[in-house]
């Protein structure tokens, strides 16, 4: 059934995006790479994304729970990710920013977690930071969560001088401002 995969459009960069939403790094066990759930919607029917995934829930490597509207996927085993050569490629392949998404997960959750006045010291600073969070933007834009994506674009970036304004954008993120006293 892989095979006919192929036929249909579902190539490396197709497998590749989809095992990218599916696995997350596990901070705690030395950044190795895990599965996670994620929406079903995240894989628009028709696409071959969606392919994949259909493909791979018929063969039970994908597991799926939940109603039509907030149906959730996931690898089944986690031996996939690791006995699958191709899958522990691809991933091998994308580990940087793997590695980049989770720091900005992690970066969006303290934000949300925390209360409205410490929110401006948690912007994206100026230099590794927000050159990490724009080169994962750059490289996955149309798969990062709409609220990541967002974050990393509108975060600005704060001057070394002088004090920040912070102002809500439409998806509710912070955009640091610089302004020169």
């Known amino acids: 059934m892989v095979g006919e995969l192929r036929r249909e459009g579902v190539d490396d960069r197709v497998v590749a995006r989809a095992l990218r939403r599916l696995v997350s ?8 790479i895990v599965a996670r759930t994620v ?11 969606w392919r994949f995934v259909d493909a791979f829930l018929r063969m039970r490597l ?6 039509e509207e907030q149906a959730r996927v996931r ?8 006995h699958w050569d191709r899958a522990r490629r691809l991933l091998a392949e994308d580990a940087v920013n793997l590695a980049r998404r989770r720091g ?4 969006e959750r303290r934000w949300h977690d925390a209360t409205p006045a410490d929110r401006p010291g948690l912007l994206l600073r100026a230099g590794l ?13 149309d798969e990062l969560e709409p609220a990541l994506s967002t974050m990393s674009r509108n975060r600005g970036r704060p ?14 993120w912070p955009t640091g401002s610089p302004r020169r006293n």
């Open 25 to 32: 790094l596990d901070e705690s066990a030395g950044g190795r």
């Open 39 to 49: 929406a079903l919607a995240a894989f628009p029917p028709g696409t071959p994304d």
């Open 62 to 67: 994908l597991v799926a729970e939940g109603d």
């Open 75 to 82: 690898v089944a085993h986690e031996a996939l990710l690791i």
């Open 104 to 107: 900005l997960e992690e970066a």
């Open 129 to 141: 930071e927000l050159n990490e969070a724009e080169a994962l933007t750059a490289a996955w834009a």
């Open 159 to 172: 001057s070394a001088v002088g004090s920040r304004s912070a102002r809500k954008t439409p998806a509710g």
